[in-house]
């Protein structure tokens, strides 16, 4: 593998670091068949940005079935789309051993328009299991400068248009879930009900259960997110339906699902801390099936950890799930009957207590402006023994405004929302400690959104046969076949230069039967130039090379998620536009765009000095020779070798043993002799000879030929069937975030009041567990949010938050 950019010495150390952790407790891991899927999770300095801002992230990729860092895929394409749907940038990071970062910056003349963007991440390895394991992430631009200039009255008609009224019955919906999947005549049942908008957000829902002879079986209620549930006994003969009262005061009436004459279902509970599941049937289903066979299996993260197979002889059957057997986060439990048909399915969450202490500490809880501020992260187990973690800190100004809800963070990511289908509302609000009724309310959570009714399902199977391959580096590959016609042409040899503002190499290789040539795993960064040629045994170019495409980006679903105006929105706004305005910063986009246009210049700067040799070249003399080629050597005699025409592919070979001339062709480099032959002699206006050290310290060889044309070289060049030149993009390039002093600040206005006061993707505990963080606050009196996410060397995610004040 070719490296063509180097990395920060530190992040070297800290990746290897990472690496010998990871390893040792992969070994120690149960080696099972699963498929080996990745996880991505992408943690950003924020999720509310304003035009002109920088949005920072950290990657984390996991194997999905034990959340370890997966050292799997070393590309990661993250993509920034817009409302429209389309992707206006795109990221090739760079992940080691699970780790990577990046930043994207939003600015006008990235196209970046007020509006909810989708941040978006995948590696080529995870396109073969489709949508469910693509990282999305909604974020929020503003316009801090055109948002405060409207006027409510605007404000509160362009909200309208984006949400619906919620006094119109048909712009909300409530839907109702049998635990396990369905109702059985005279089987005691919990039933989980959920109500949303039209924009998927949670509404209180009050109602009422009817059967079919308008009798009233119970009364229910959301205590949650439009979420909760309620136990009845579905009779023989019966069915039954809902009464809801809407928003507005009207009462609409909706069906709960038919109840099924024999069957079984699955429920589960927790009482007195232990973990029961039931298996629940009537007596005509044991009529039907005497002494049934079935099978319990649990898994969790798509493997199996245990398995049962009771003899159903009652209507009930319990048995404990001990909590040694689970896995932490959701489990998916499955009753299967004799002929291995899936009756039932629940989906649970287990939270085990796990032997972690991370803490996030903050030396003050008030500061001064621009006063200097220490954070203290510590990783140790309960005892106090240091555990290796890879985390990820931000520190943001909330700008007096409250948090607008309890948003991703990679627990909730790796241990409930990948999991499980469709949005999940606040879905911190469920890891939050502080939250005593958390569990519960996400048993109601899956209960509803992790509901499945395998009665008309079949279990689905992983394919071994995949699409697409885990890339460790960068892939350029093509064909070379027959300039006219289809046919390969085989064992061509394929030279590869990439050059950009750093480095510059090449490398080679040879086609196959098919024609075809792959250089795998090279590893560059930045906008870089390739140039592929090919030529056949003899070493003449020829034939027609076609390389292929970039790798193309996934499908873009539309964006469906509206800009909320809300109370919350309007005074960040207000709180912002104030800050900027006090301290003088300016609009992103207040300058209009200014084009300058001047004519494109035949020659490149050469900059090797004045020649040791120049000859101007007679045209009417040119003509009279067949080639460019032989007219330079024709022309220097007794200063280049004699048999200059004869040789000229070895002036492109790269080693260090080559001490031929460079060409160069109006100042710039000449990788192929193709180049210099596809130009006609009588278009050759000098020639410059030169040598010594100069040259030598600039091309990296003892003398340079400098041709110098009439400009017409470019048409004869891209003749060439045998050469490819264009732009490609290598590994973004990752910025670090730039956190000034006091007086750096002082200079910059930006500075001074930036919402993301400090960002660091790598931060990980030294030996004694600890790690120090330190910056200097800005000038603004505000509340500032400290956000620390991560995953420990064990597969723990990990997110704590902490608060301080800025105060004179």
């Not at 193709?674 to 030598?696: F, M, N, R, T």
Request: glycine share 6%; charged share 25%; proline share 4%.
């Amino acid at each position: 593998m070719f490296e063509f950019f180097s990395k920060n010495r530190n992040c070297r150390v800290l990746y290897f670091l990472c690496f010998v952790l990871s390893i040792s407790f992969l070994q120690a891991q149960e080696q099972k068949k699963i498929p080996e899927i990745e996880k991505i999770y992408l943690h950003t300095d924020k999720s509310i940005y304003f035009i002109g801002e920088d949005l920072w992230y950290k990657a984390y990729d996991v194997r999905a079935s034990n959340n370890l860092l997966f050292d799997n895929s070393n590309i990661l394409y993250v993509e920034l789309i817009s409302p429209d749907s389309e992707i206006i940038a795109r990221n090739k990071t760079n992940i080691e051993i699970g780790l990577g970062h990046g930043d994207f910056q939003l600015t006008d003349s990235l196209g970046v328009k007020p509006g909810v963007y989708q941040l978006r991440a995948y590696t080529n390895w995870n396109r073969n299991f489709g949508e469910d394991f693509v990282f999305k992430k909604n974020i929020e631009i503003i316009d801090a400068f055109k948002s405060y200039s409207k006027t409510d009255e605007a404000q509160n008609t362009a909200t309208k248009k984006l949400i619906a009224p919620m006094g119109n019955p048909n712009n909300f919906r409530i839907d109702f879930f049998p635990e396990g999947g369905s109702l059985i005549e005279n089987v005691a049942s919990i039933v989980g009900f959920k109500g949303v908008n039209s924009n998927g957000n949670p509404i209180d829902v009050t109602g009422e259960i009817y059967n079919s002879d308008d009798e009233l079986v119970t009364p229910f209620s959301s205590p949650h997110d439009g979420m909760g549930k309620f136990q009845m006994i579905p009779m023989e003969g019966k069915n039954y339906y809902a009464k809801i009262k809407t928003p507005d005061g009207k009462l609409i009436r909706i069906e709960l699902p038919k109840v099924a004459k024999e069957g079984y279902s699955l429920s589960f509970k927790t009482f007195k801390g232990k973990n029961i599941i039931s298996i629940l049937t009537n007596e005509k289903t044991l009529l039907q099936n005497p002494n049934a066979a079935l099978t319990v299996v649990c898994k969790a993260r798509g493997v199996s950890y245990f398995e049962s197979s009771p003899t159903l002889t009652q209507t009930t059957f319990s048995f404990e799930l001990s909590k040694d057997k689970t896995l932490d986060g959701i489990s998916q439990i499955t009753l299967y009957d004799s002929n291995s048909k899936p009756q039932s399915e629940r989906l649970i969450y287990i939270e085990k207590d796990q032997d972690l202490d991370v803490q996030l500490l903050t030396d003050k809880v008030i500061y001064k402006p621009y006063e200097k501020a220490t954070v203290n992260v510590v990783s140790k187990s309960k005892t106090g023994v240091a555990k290796s973690a890879s985390f990820s800190v931000s520190v943001t100004d909330m700008n007096r405004a409250d948090e607008k809800n309890s948003g991703t963070t990679i627990c909730s990511y790796f241990l409930l929302e990948s999991d499980i289908r469709g949005k999940v509302f606040n879905p911190g609000y469920y890891f939050d400690p502080s939250n005593l009724k958390r569990l519960e309310h996400l048993d109601d959570l899956l209960l509803t959104q992790g509901w499945r009714d395998f009665l008309w399902k079949s279990t689905s199977k992983f394919s071994d046969l995949t699409t697409y391959k885990a890339e460790k580096g960068i892939t350029i590959s093509g064909r070379v076949k027959q300039l006219f016609g289809n046919k390969a042409k085989v064992n061509n040899r394929v030279g590869l230069v990439l050059l950009n503002k750093n480095h510059m190499n090449s490398f080679k290789t040879f086609t196959d039967v098919s024609g075809s040539f792959k250089f795998e795993n090279l590893m560059f960064s930045g906008k870089t130039k390739m140039v592929l040629n090919s030529r056949n045994e003899n070493g003449k170019y020829g034939g027609e090379l076609i390389a292929n495409s970039e790798q193309s980006s996934m499908p873009v679903s539309a964006i469906k998620e509206p800009f909320i105006w809300d109370e919350s929105t309007r005074l960040l706004v207000y709180n912002v536009f104030r800050k900027f305005t006090a301290f003088g910063v300016k609009p992103e986009n207040m300058l209009d765009e200014i084009q300058i246009k001047g004519q494109k210049k035949k020659y490149a700067v050469v900059s090797y000095g004045a020649p040791d040799y120049k000859y101007i070249i007679d045209k009417e003399e040119a003509k009279k020779l067949s080639n460019s080629a032989d007219l330079i050597e024709e022309q220097c005699k007794g200063v280049i070798p004699n048999n200059f025409s004869m040789e000229l592919n070895s002036y492109f070979i790269e080693s260090p043993e080559n001490n031929m001339p460079i060409i160069l062709i109006d100042g710039y480099q000449a990788y192929e002799a193709g180049e210099l032959l596809g130009i006609a002699p009588e278009d050759i206006l000098k020639i410059e000879v030169v040598s010594g050290y100069v040259v030598d310290a600039l091309y990296g060889r003892g003398s340079v030929i400098s041709v110098f044309t009439n400009g017409n070289r470019n048409k004869a060049v891209s003749e060439n069937s045998y050469s490819v030149k264009q732009e490609i993009d290598g590994f973004y390039t990752e910025r670090v975030f730039y956190s000034p002093t006091p007086e750096q600040a002082e200079l910059d206005n930006k500075l001074a009041v930036r919402n993301t006061i400090y960002w660091n993707p790598f931060v990980h505990p030294d030996a004694t567990g600890n790690a120090n963080l330190s910056f200097f606050n800005t000038k603004v009196e505000t509340k500032v949010k400290v956000e620390l996410e991560g995953i420990t060397a064990t597969g723990i995610p990990v997110a704590k938050k902490v608060y301080y004040t800025i105060k004179k």
